[in-house]
């Protein structure tokens, strides 16, 4: 077991469960020993998924667990009646409290009947195990790009026939920057200015819900990016911006004072590794432009500073410290992840799920919905993952931190549709191109603050 992966099992609190909690949604009627069968046949081909962890000596290894039996992981729920989304919302959260047990391969579906026209699966899996990409690789190798089910999974990404790409750059974090570069890294983070002092740095109580929403339509988001020239993921960064600019606000907080500071999960893994599970991704402090009022000039600075840490050291550094703290005493490793994340106020995560629809056991998926767990002293979480030409957001929240979790889910559903506007004014506004010898008109007040 790498240290870095040690790192996120020992993550794990009472108040915080370093748990990824999905639920897929699927039409049609539930065939329960058919799904069994083909979760059995096709998880086992990652070995995470039969082993356990124990130390040895203070050093982490992952075993085979003699015992393994895939029906003690999928549980059947009965009801008896129709279940409305709220009482799966309900059920979600209060799954989402309770660990997963350290004696078994830490992984547990339970299987929820009559969900709308068709039923639920709650996926939940220890983040020690993989990250968001790795998750997706789990999901297609589970899953079929079509309704004509068989046992034997498609060959084209197996995880027995997959074969690691090297890559110079992310093959090994310590040969991409110096160990000097990552203690500069880590020591900037340490030092930085505290956060802006919100209802978002209460203290933690570990009382979760988790919310979303119904999905966006993918191509709406990306033609709004490709309008402004920025990335998915840009759009997603200022219209969380702008929803909590707003939830505070109605809040009484002074919300142009100061901006909130975000951890945002950077991927540092090629797509033809994913199978090899494990996590790869490094974690950015941004400072969300809550603190300015017009949405292009919030989308244009999250771009602009997204930019900036693509361009750093930064993920590969914050990768590098989660890999030190693994070797560390849990009592030095929490104090070093307080420390981190006590300069933030919410994770932010961008998922890129399977492109196309996808099919389990004869089963259509419809909908593939993500919360990110948050660590340290951070308690609220939310995140963005994209599935078959849609797009879904989910919150994670201690609710002593956001007391309405729907009316924030509510503001960023407005913020796209508010961007969306605001991007279309700026590109209509925009000047014509100037002719050789013509003079450029002056711009109305109003375009050139935008």
Same mark, same amino acid.
């Given at each position: 077991m790498t240290r870095?992966? /040690?790192a996120w099992y020992r993550m794990d609190t009472n108040r915080n469960l370093m748990v990824i909690n999905s639920i897929l949604l699927f039409e049609g009627k539930l065939d329960m020993a058919r799904l069994i069968s083909t979760v059995a046949h096709r998880l086992p081909n990652y070995p995470r998924f039969t082993q356990k962890v124990v130390t040895r000596m203070g050093k982490p290894y992952w075993v085979e667990d003699d015992a393994f039996n895939i029906l003690n992981h999928i549980e059947f729920e009965t009801v008896a009646h129709p279940v409305s989304r709220q009482e799966l919302q309900n059920r979600l959260t209060a799954?989402?409290?309770?660990?997963?047990?350290?004696? *078994? #391969?830490?992984?547990?579906?339970?299987?929820?009947?009559?969900?709308?026209?068709? /039923?639920?699966? +709650? %996926? *939940?899996?220890?983040?020690?195990?993989?990250?968001?990409?790795?998750? +997706?690789?789990?999901l297609n190798h589970l899953t079929d790009d079509n309704d004509n089910h068989g046992k034997? #999974?498609?060959?084209?990404?197996?995880?027995? *026939?997959?074969?690691?790409?090297?890559? #110079?750059?992310?093959?090994?974090?310590?040969?991409?920057?110096?160990?000097?570069?990552?203690a500069g890294h880590v020591t900037r983070l340490a030092l930085l200015i505290p956060d802006a002092k919100t209802q978002l740095k209460a203290p933690l109580t570990g009382n979760k819900q988790l919310v979303w929403l119904p999905p966006l339509a993918m191509d709406q988001v990306r033609t709004m990016a490709k309008r402004m020239g920025v990335t998915l993921n840009d759009v997603w960064v200022a219209a969380v911006s702008s929803a909590l600019r707003q939830y505070l606000a109605e809040r009484g907080e002074q919300v142009d004072r100061k901006p909130v500071r975000?951890?945002?999960? %950077?991927?540092? *893994?090629?797509?033809?590794?994913?199978?090899? =599970?494990?996590?790869?991704?490094? =974690?950015v402090a941004v400072e969300l432009p809550t603190d300015l009022d017009n949405p292009v000039q919030r989308l244009r600075e999250s771009s602009r500073r997204m930019t900036a840490i693509k361009k750093s050291h930064q993920p590969r550094a914050t990768m590098a410290f989660l890999s030190i703290a693994g070797c560390l005493p849990r009592i030095l490793q929490r104090f070093a992840l307080n420390l981190f994340t006590s300069k933030g106020s919410v994770v932010l995560t961008n998922i890129e799920g399977p492109a196309r629809p996808r099919y389990l056991a004869g089963s259509r998926l419809t909908d593939l919905i993500c919360w990110v767990p948050q660590a340290g002293m951070i308690g609220v979480g939310l995140a963005f993952i994209s599935y078959a030409g849609q797009i879904q957001l989910a919150l994670f929240v201690d609710t002593d931190m956001v007391s309405d979790p729907d009316r924030l889910m509510a503001l960023t559903c407005d913020a796209f549709a508010e961007l969306d506007q605001a991007t279309r004014a700026a590109v209509n506004a925009a000047p014509a191109p100037v002719q050789d010898g013509e003079l450029a008109p002056e711009l109305p007040r109003t375009a050139r603050a935008a």
């Open positions: 870095r992966d /040690y799954l989402a409290h309770i660990p997963l047990e350290e004696n *078994r #391969p830490l992984w547990h579906m339970n299987v929820i009947d009559k969900v709308g026209d068709g /039923y639920a699966i +709650v %996926f *939940r899996v220890q983040h020690c195990i993989t990250d968001g990409l790795g998750l +997706v690789h789990v034997v #999974p498609a060959a084209d990404g197996h995880p027995h *026939r997959a074969k690691p790409v090297l890559h #110079p750059v992310c093959s090994h974090v310590v040969k991409a920057i110096s160990w000097l570069k990552v975000a951890a945002v999960t %950077f991927n540092l *893994r090629e797509k033809a590794n994913a199978f090899q =599970l494990g996590n790869e991704f490094g =974690l």
